[in-house]
Nanobody, 114 residues
Framework: QVQLVESGGGLVQAGGSLRLSCVAS????????MAWYRQAPGKQRDFVAQ???????VYVDSVKGRFTISRDNAKNTVYLQMNNLKPEDTAVYYC????????WGQGTQVTVSS
């Protein structure tokens, strides 16, 4: 059974930082690329960042230089360190494999105030 549990969101002022965590069931985590996605109110869910099983990373242009994705394979956990947050980063953040599977976790809300 696929399980994805995100945590670490919250309310932060512009310029602040948050670190998101996602624990995934081992069956999907071990050798697959993992990614973070986000969905702002009234918008579709979009790709944010991806990390390959070997550690290679890809970011959407809007977060380059501010966000860092990492993974701990021993803990089946993927992280998203978010620095210099902007109000436009406000969204529900989800993790999943890349490309995404059909099962999604509950997500974690990130709200950035101006």
């Amino acid at each position: 059974q696929v399980q994805l549990v995100e945590s670490g969101g919250g309310l932060v002022q512009a310029g602040g930082s948050l670190r998101l965590s996602c624990v995934a069931s081992p069956s999907i985590f071990t050798a697959l690329p993992m990614a973070w996605y986000r969905q702002a109110p009234g918008k579709q869910r979009d790709f944010v960042a991806q990390i390959a099983s070997g550690g290679g990373t890809v970011y959407v242009d809007s977060v380059k230089g501010r966000f860092t994705i990492s993974r701990d394979n021993a803990k089946n956990t993927v992280y998203l360190q978010m620095n210099n947050l902007k109000p436009e980063d406000t969204a529900v953040y989800y993790c999943n494999i890349y490309p995404p599977g059909h099962s999604w976790g509950q997500g974690t809300q990130v709200t950035v105030s101006s």
